[in-house]
Each structure stands twice: as C-alpha cells, then as structure tokens.
C-alpha cells in the first residue's frame, strides 16, 4: 500500500494576545491518500483557514505535524517549505490572485519558468485550451470574468503538475453557473493529473462531491 500524499498529525496552533493564549486550532489529524479529496467544512472562524495555511507551511504549528509525501514538511525552515511548495503544491483561491499586469498566458506560464519547465509557453497555452480559454491567451485579467479569472488560475494551478492542490473557497464569489462549471472543471484536472486535492468551502453541495469530509467548530474537529 502507496504511504498518503498528505498527513496531518495532532495539529494545533495557539497564538498570544494580550489576554494570553487564544487556541486557533486544536489536535487535528487525517491523512490523505494519491488522487483522494477532502472538504474542510465550519463557519467563519473555525480554524479552516488556518490549518489550510498549515497545510501551505505558510505558518507553523504549535504542535503536532504536517507531512508530504513523507516528509516532516512543518518541520523544515521557510527557505525549504517554498520550495517543497513550488515543486508539490497548487493552489486555487476565492479571490483567484492573478498579477492584473501579465495576460492570462503569462499568468499560467510565470511558475512555470520559474521552476524550470522546457517549454512554459507550450505547457501554459495547452492548459488554457484545456479550460476552454484558448482565445483569451492575450488578454488582462480586468477584461475577464470572474468565471474566466478562475480558468485561468485552475489552469495556472495544474500546468505545474501538483501533488496536492489546496482550494480556499474557490467558487465563493461566483455566481451558481460559473461556480459549477469551476467545480467540474477542478475535479476533472485532478482526476487527470492524479492530484490529490484540499478544499476549504462552507458550502456542503460542494463539501459532498469529495471522497472525505472535516468539520471543524471552534478550532476542533466534529
């Protein structure tokens, strides 16, 4: 049996205040296997975000760990997690994060030079055919809609290839149509691209389509 892509053992986050420790997240734990995926469901405030960014190794622990593919990600230095991060991970947010001065092919194509990849402009037009975005390689994210914006990201995401995708309420400020196609549109990249995927969503029609569920209230699982 293949070990999981993604474990998360005992996991909490504590922070101070004036008033003294204020516990964010306590004793989380699941694992996930290749192609598997999980929502992260709980109101605001819950903690999601900040186990997603745990998740990230954006921040770390108070306890416990976070592993990938094996390895004590939580555990390395920040320089070590950014790269353990651009060789693994993909990302797709709510308020989709593309830079509005390149066009949707420079977008999709910038990670992947960075990492190296032979043919990035190759690679980055393929993924924008993939997502049905082959006539708007030329053109800013302000001139696109906020369901075209997320087709671009999405496909920014998989060009790289990810392990593990992590999705912070990706289809939350589009409307039911443009939601349901990003929804569609995900799930058929993972699928394809063998990813194992990380939803963060208060939404439980879309909490219901992953193969594991966590409900978090106040920082604890339920």
């Not at 990810?162 to 400020?173: N, Q, R, Y």
């Amino acid at each position: 049996m293949s070990s999981p892509i993604l474990q998360v053992e005992h996991l909490s986050k504590v922070v101070h205040d004036v008033g003294g420790e204020l516990p964010i997240l306590s004793d989380v734990s699941f694992s996930l296997n290749a192609g598997e995926s999980l929502a992260i469901v709980g109101s605001s405030g819950s903690g999601k975000s900040t186990l997603l960014g745990l998740m990230a190794g954006l921040d770390t622990p108070s306890s416990g760990r976070v592993l990938l593919m094996g390895q004590e990600f939580s555990a390395l230095g920040e320089d070590a997690r950014a790269q353990s991060r651009a060789r693994s991970m993909g990302f797709v947010f709510q308020s989709f994060q593309l830079l509005s001065h390149l066009s949707a092919l420079e977008n999709v194509q910038l990670p992947l030079e960075l990492m190296g990849h032979p043919d990035p402009k190759g690679q980055a037009q393929e993924m924008l055919k993939r997502v049905g975005l082959e006539t708007k390689v030329k053109q800013l994210p302000k001139v696109l809609s906020g369901g075209e914006q997320q087709r671009v990201a999405l496909a920014r995401a998989f060009a790289c290839e990810p392990k593990l995708l992590l999705a912070d309420e990706p289809t939350g400020s589009l409307d039911r149509a443009s939601g349901e196609l990003i929804l569609s549109l995900m799930l058929s990249l993972q699928v394809e691209h063998g990813s194992t995927l990380v939803l963060v969503t208060h939404d439980m029609g879309l909490a219901s389509k992953m193969n594991q569920r966590i409900h978090l209230e106040g920082g604890r699982v339920v």
